[in-house]
């Protein structure tokens, strides 16, 4: 499974839209990209996925590029509690998830 | 989505002993995880638990260390074993949803060793 780069941290004032980016330039055609969140010391939680159409449910929305090599992950209305660290990971479409790479993320903040 | 209970939510112990985690799931799956989170740091597969046969380790990880049972497709334990405080770590429990190839995590293990 392909390597993602994330920007360690973003800053975002609540009830504006965070848009967090995620470079994945080595994807291949068959994988899709997942992202997760995970808020202080709890477990990852899903929140959305696609593989080359942008994709939208009641969390986020998903944009990726006509290229497939990045994408942007968007909060339409941040609140306080979106306050998480963000991981976007590629991952194939079936199979385990023995060697999908779980990178530093992005330390997302949203203020006041 | 499955839902994952992980007990203890946390656990202080002392140098050389051992702390058993469990993991249990609201509905039978195929695929299931162990991760660990060092402090500060992004998560690492330690193995597969596997039903039935013995657990699949990544590399730098032993049975011996890290012992993983999966008596069937709802459970499964990680122990920690002769622990050192380099092994506080969060430790979580993942499901793989195959139908949509979705992860799902049990709250985790805050695991402290003094």
């Known amino acids: 499974d392909a390597k993602t780069t994330q920007p360690p941290s973003m800053d975002c004032a609540e009830g504006r839209a965070a848009n967090l980016p995620c470079n994945h330039s080595?994807?291949?055609?068959?994988?899709?990209v997942y992202w997760y969140r995970q808020i202080h010391s709890q477990g990852p939680q899903y929140i959305i996925h696609g593989l080359k159409n942008n994709e939208t449910n009641e969390m986020a929305s998903l944009i990726i590029t006509e290229d497939r090599k990045s994408s942007t992950l968007i909060l339409p209305h941040a609140t306080l509690r979106d306050t998480a660290v963000y991981y976007c990971i590629v991952k194939g479409a079936a199979g385990n998830n023995r060697k999908l790479i779980w990178g530093l993320g992005t330390s997302l903040a949203v203020n006041p | 989505s499955a839902v994952i209970s992980q007990k203890p939510s946390r656990d202080i112990c002392q140098r050389g002993t051992s702390l058993t985690i469990q993991c249990q799931v609201d509905s039978q799956v195929t695929m299931m995880f162990w991760y660990r989170q060092q402090p500060g740091q992004s998560l690492t597969l330690i193995a597969t638990?596997?039903?039935?046969?013995?657990?699949?380790?990544e590399s730098g990880f032993v049975i011996d260390k890290f012992p993983i049972s999966r008596p069937n497709l709802t459970f499964s334990t990680l122990t920690v074993s002769n622990m050192s405080p380099e092994d506080s770590s969060i430790y979580l429990c993942s499901v793989l949803d195959r139908g949509n190839e979705k992860l799902f995590f049990g709250s985790g293990t805050q695991l402290s060793v003094l």
């Open positions: 080595t994807i291949s055609g068959n994988e899709y």
């Open positions: 638990a596997n039903q039935g046969s013995e657990a699949t380790y």
